[in-house]
């Protein structure tokens, strides 16, 4: 089946620094992926949708100054949090999903916590 | 609007069977997703539901029906590891997906 990963699972950060989180499909080509962000106890909430080799796009009320994403490759995508503060201390979740197919394939989630 | 409603949180018994209920309103509509996801944890899909009726799937079957913007997650013989959220998600044209909120399931012995 298709799988897609996240690294790193778990990071830890100072408010003010910058902080990159990988998301790769490994047995497919990845040409959508969508970055999600989840709070304790609240639903997934769609950050931007990235197609390979263009632009992301980002959802109303996520400034794409401060969660930059590059989708470089048909296997990569990438969300930086820049100058990160502690309320941005969440659970993101990449998905991917190749051309032909209907499902979102989730990567396993990075926690991320800025002190 | 585009809207997702599923109840916020259900109990059933082990061994049981349990419904879990959600209504749909997208800016057009390709199908209906379950997802499963434990705490602390991405979800899993369960199923894609593109046509009216019922899809059957192990213990998990699911159900839509596109006239009512309706659909519901039937889980039989309920085990305990059955207890996590369910999210219910519509797909509009745009190849989108509008989540729900999720459903707590509480599985008690």
């Known amino acids: 089946g298709a799988v897609v990963s996240q690294h790193p699972s778990w990071v830890i950060c100072k408010s003010g620094t910058s902080v990159k989180i990988e998301c790769r499909s490994l047995?497919?080509?990845?040409?959508?992926m969508f970055w999600y962000r989840q709070f304790p106890k609240q639903s997934l909430m769609l950050m931007a949708t990235?197609?390979?080799?263009?632009?992301?796009?980002?959802e109303q009320g996520v400034e794409k100054d401060k969660f930059l994403i590059n989708h470089a490759s048909l296997t990569l995508s990438t969300l930086t949090v820049t100058s990160a503060h502690p309320e941005d201390s969440s659970f993101y979740i990449c998905?991917?999903?190749?051309?032909?197919?209907?499902?979102?394939?989730f990567g396993p989630g990075t926690r991320l916590t800025v002190t | 609007g585009q809207n997702i409603d599923q109840p916020t949180e259900m109990t059933a018994t082990e061994g049981a069977i349990v419904q879990i209920n959600c209504t749909y309103q997208?800016?057009?509509?390709?199908?209906l997703f379950w997802y499963q996801q434990h705490a602390g944890e991405a979800p899993t899909f369960l199923s894609y539901?593109?046509l009216d009726g019922l899809e059957e799937k192990g213990r998990f079957s699911s159900f839509l029906s596109r006239s009512k913007g309706y659909s519901y997650l039937l889980l039989k013989e309920l085990q305990m590891k059955d207890s996590a959220s369910y999210l219910c998600?519509?797909?509009?044209?745009?190849?989108?997906?509008?989540w729900g909120a999720g459903t707590k399931l509480i599985i008690k012995p």
């Open positions: 997208t800016s057009g509509f390709n199908g």
């Open positions: 998600a519509g797909e509009d044209s745009n190849y989108q997906l509008i």
């Open positions: 047995d497919f080509q990845a040409t959508t």
């Open positions: 990235s197609n390979e080799g263009s632009k992301a796009t980002y």
């Open positions: 998905s991917a999903r190749g051309r032909e197919d209907y499902e979102q394939y």
């Open positions: 539901n593109v």
